[in-house]
Every structure is written in structure tokens, then in C-alpha cells.
């Protein structure tokens, strides 16, 4: 039995170059628009004397501390190999998404604490100004606007880590929409209204953040691609010229990679050459056409 590892191929690596650098350019705008949320809310708080769209600014800044999470995450994660780990960086995104799933979660409690104590010392605090209702207004559309146009760039570069931050986004703009009917129902006289609705987006929130981190932590535990995405890479393995047989089918989560590990059945009365170019064969082909970021090949005679 023999093994065949080769490099990335150029092509691969362009691939990833091109996925760093819309990754970096839809965080900077999210630092960008969550600076300028977080003053905007937190000033006409104050002015205002909305609790709810104080509460709002101080969650707009846990985005900016996802946003740096991401930013550094997908820096490491470009790392080239080196002693200390062999296999490359890009489990720092992983690791990123498992952070951005515990911070979901903490606001995700935080809300849901807040929300309790709100209701059970709800004693009819006087109506807000209704400036904090067009901030808040405000706020919601830029937060939507900024999560979809995040999740628009997570979807196209195939992002985990991305994903989870625009999911955040999205959180953002739920608790937006919770001051805003908060607001409301302050003008109107029904102050209750505005710990109920910050209770139920808690909720949400919490699942949200339950979800991304649990996927991430079976990440990190060299969970494998999904069965459909299994038999798509055992198909072209199988197409390859040159393969008569394939078992010991392996996969693990990389980032957003996958790393391959399999046996090809060849036949034994080749060449040791030809016998390689068949491994190397079907390894450029999982390459080409899967998200996979390395294939170790082991040729079996037969």
C-alpha cells in the first residue's frame, strides 16, 4: 500500500484567497454600521430616557465584539501549515462559530433575565419620548439590511463562521424590533408589553445561539460531511479511469473544509507510476469538485 499527498492546487487557493477577502470586507461593514448603531442608540437613550433603547445600544455592542472574533478568526485561519499544527488553521473558524454560538447564548440569558425582572417589578414608568421610536425604526432597518446583506455574502463564499456572525446580525435586529413595540406600547400606556415581547425574542435568541454552538463543538470533534455529500465525493472517486474499487471512506470537518482520507482499489499489475497518476487523478478530481481541502489517498493492489 502506498500513499499519495499532494499541494493545494493554485486553483484552491485562489478560491480561498477570494473567500478571505469578502469575508473581511462584509465584517469591516459591520464594524462600520455597528459603531455608528451603538452611539446612535445609546445617545438617544439617554436623551430620550428609553431603558429598552439604552438596553439596545449596549447589545449592538456585543456585534462589534463578534465582529472581532471573525475578523481574527479568519486571519488565523489563513495560516499556512507549520510544526505545530500540521494540518493547517483552518479550525480556527470552527472555534470562532463555537465563540459566536456562547455570545448568542449569553445575550440570548441576558434577555431573558432582564425581561423577568422588567415584569416583576412592572410599576407604569412614564411614556418614553417618541424620538426613541424613529432611532429604534432606524436601527431595525439597518440591522436587516446588514443581515441580509451578510448572510448574502456568508451563502456565496460558503462560510460557517460568517453565517453564525449574521445570524447575530439578525439577532440585533429582533431586539430592534422588541424596542420598537416596546416603544409603542409605552406611548400607548401598556408598558408590560415591552418585557413580554424582549422575553419571546430571549427565547429566540437562545435557540439561535444553542444551535451554532452545538454544530461547531461537533465541528471541532472531526464531525463528517453529510451522507449526501459523502456519496457525492465516493461517485467521483469512483469515476475516475483507473479505480476499480473503493473502501475505508473517511471524512472530517476542517472550517469549512473537509479533509478526505480513503482507499483506492487499483490493479495490482501496474506500475508503481501508474498506479500515482490514478491516486492523483482522483484526488485533483474531489478537489475540483468538492469543498474538500486535502484527500490522502492510500492505493491498494488488486
Same mark, same amino acid.
Given at each position: 500500500?502506498?500513499?499519495?499527498?499532494?499541494?493545494?492546487?493554485?486553483?484552491?487557493?485562489?478560491?480561498?484567497?477570494?473567500?478571505?477577502?469578502?469575508?473581511?470586507?462584509?465584517?469591516?461593514?459591520?464594524?462600520?454600521?455597528?459603531?455608528?448603531?451603538?452611539?446612535?442608540?445609546?445617545?438617544?437613550?439617554?436623551?430620550?430616557?428609553?431603558?429598552?433603547?439604552?438596553?439596545?445600544?449596549?447589545?449592538?455592542?456585543?456585534?462589534?465584539?463578534?465582529?472581532?472574533?471573525?475578523?481574527?478568526?479568519?486571519?488565523?485561519?489563513?495560516?499556512?501549515?507549520?510544526?505545530?499544527?500540521?494540518?493547517?488553521?483552518?479550525?480556527?473558524?470552527?472555534?470562532?462559530?463555537?465563540?459566536?454560538?456562547?455570545?448568542?447564548?449569553?445575550?440570548?440569558?441576558?434577555?431573558?433575565?432582564?425581561?423577568?425582572?422588567?415584569?416583576?417589578?412592572?410599576?407604569?414608568?412614564?411614556?418614553?419620548?417618541?424620538?426613541? %421610536?424613529?432611532?429604534?425604526?432606524?436601527? &431595525?432597518?439597518?440591522?436587516? +439590511?446588514?443581515? /441580509?446583506? #451578510?448572510?448574502?455574502? *456568508? =451563502?456565496?463564499?460558503?462560510?460557517?463562521?460568517?453565517?453564525?456572525?449574521?445570524?447575530?446580525?439578525?439577532?440585533?435586529?429582533?431586539?430592534?424590533?422588541?424596542?420598537?413595540?416596546?416603544?409603542?406600547?409605552?406611548?400607548?400606556?401598556?408598558?408590560?408589553?415591552?418585557?413580554?415581547?424582549?422575553?419571546?425574542?430571549?427565547?429566540?435568541?437562545?435557540?439561535?445561539?444553542?444551535?451554532?454552538?452545538?454544530?461547531?463543538?461537533?465541528?471541532?470533534?472531526?464531525?463528517?460531511?453529510?451522507?449526501?455529500?459523502?456519496?457525492?465525493?465516493?461517485?467521483? %472517486?469512483?469515476?475516475?479511469?483507473?479505480? &476499480?474499487?473503493?473502501?475505508? +471512506?473517511?471524512? /472530517?470537518? #476542517?472550517?469549512?473544509? *473537509? =479533509?478526505?482520507?480513503?482507499?483506492?482499489?487499483?490493479?495490482?499489475?501496474?506500475?508503481?507510476?501508474?498506479?500515482?497518476?490514478?491516486?492523483?487523478?482522483?484526488?485533483?478530481?474531489?478537489?475540483?469538485?468538492?469543498?474538500?481541502?486535502?484527500?490522502?489517498?492510500?492505493?491498494?493492489?488488486?
Amino acid at each position: 500500500m502506498s500513499i499519495v499527498d499532494l499541494n493545494q492546487p493554485d486553483d484552491e487557493q485562489a478560491r480561498e484567497m477570494a473567500r478571505y477577502e469578502a469575508g473581511r470586507s462584509s465584517t469591516r461593514v459591520s464594524v462600520a454600521v455597528n459603531v455608528g448603531l451603538t452611539s446612535l442608540q445609546v445617545a438617544a437613550g439617554l436623551i430620550t430616557g428609553s431603558q429598552a433603547l439604552l438596553a439596545d445600544g449596549v447589545h449592538s455592542l456585543s456585534d462589534l465584539i463578534a465582529d472581532l472574533v471573525v475578523l481574527v478568526a479568519a486571519r488565523q485561519s489563513r495560516k499556512k501549515a507549520d510544526a505545530d499544527h500540521q494540518y493547517g488553521h483552518q479550525r480556527y473558524e470552527n472555534a470562532a462559530s463555537l465563540a459566536l454560538g456562547g455570545l448568542l447564548l449569553a445575550v440570548g440569558v441576558g434577555m431573558l433575565i432582564s425581561a423577568a425582572h422588567k415584569i416583576q417589578v412592572h410599576d407604569h414608568p412614564a411614556p418614553v419620548h417618541i424620538g426613541a %421610536l424613529w432611532v429604534a425604526l432606524s436601527a &431595525l432597518l439597518a440591522k436587516e +439590511l446588514l443581515f /441580509r446583506y #451578510m448572510l448574502r455574502v *456568508a =451563502q456565496t463564499v460558503r462560510s460557517s463562521m460568517l453565517i453564525a456572525n449574521a445570524w447575530h446580525a439578525r439577532s440585533d435586529a429582533a431586539s430592534s424590533l422588541v424596542v420598537a413595540v416596546g416603544i409603542v406600547g409605552s406611548l400607548f400606556g401598556y408598558t408590560l408589553l415591552d418585557p413580554v415581547a424582549a422575553a419571546v425574542v430571549g427565547l429566540l435568541v437562545l435557540r439561535m445561539g444553542w444551535r451554532f454552538f452545538w454544530a461547531a463543538l461537533n465541528d471541532l470533534m472531526d464531525r463528517a460531511v453529510s451522507m449526501e455529500e459523502m456519496q457525492a465525493i465516493r461517485s467521483t %472517486l469512483s469515476d475516475t479511469p483507473g479505480v &476499480l474499487g473503493i473502501h475505508d +471512506l473517511r471524512t /472530517r470537518r #476542517m472550517g469549512d473544509f *473537509a =479533509q478526505v482520507d480513503v482507499h483506492l482499489e487499483i490493479d495490482g499489475t501496474l506500475s508503481v507510476t501508474e498506479g500515482h497518476a490514478i491516486a492523483a487523478a482522483a484526488r485533483a478530481s474531489v478537489l475540483a469538485r468538492h469543498h474538500v481541502l486535502d484527500v490522502m489517498v492510500h492505493v491498494d493492489p488488486v
